[in-house]
Nanobody, 116 residues
Framework: QVQLVESGGGWVQPGGSLTLSCAAS????????MAWYRQTPEKEREWVAS???????AFSDAVKGRFTASRDDAKNTLHLIMNNLTPEDTGVYYC??????????WGPGTQVIVSS
């Protein structure tokens, strides 16, 4: 099993930037892919981005061109760099780890609020 802890959330004005981090511990070698999701009370959990073991990334249309992802393998940490934020980016952001053998783990989430 892998334990995930997100950090870096907070309040930011529209047009601002935030960087979220997801620190992984435990059976790191069992992870095939990691992803970011977000959720608001009004919407179901929404996929934001995925990053594979070789660093290839994919982003939802809602964030493409504004969000990027990077990995720090030495620290087992995945970052989500969010630029040009809008109020529609408000939500709780969750980190997910997917396993080679199937299954997944989630972090507890970190709140992002984009508001003037």
């Amino acid at each position: 099993q892998v334990q995930l802890v997100e950090s870096g959330g907070g309040w930011v004005q529209p047009g601002g930037s935030l960087t979220l981090s997801c620190a992984a511990s435990g059976a790191i070698s069992s992870i095939s892919r990691m992803a970011w999701y977000r959720q608001t009370p009004e919407k179901e959990r929404e996929w934001v981005a995925s990053v594979g073991r070789i660093g290839s990334g994919a982003f939802s249309d809602a964030v493409k061109g504004r969000f990027t992802a990077s990995r720090d393998d030495a620290k087992n940490t995945l970052h989500l760099i969010m630029n040009n934020l809008t109020p529609e980016d408000t939500g709780v952001y969750y980190c997910q780890a997917m396993y080679f053998q199937g299954g997944q783990s989630w972090g507890p989430g970190t709140q992002v609020i984009v508001s003037s």
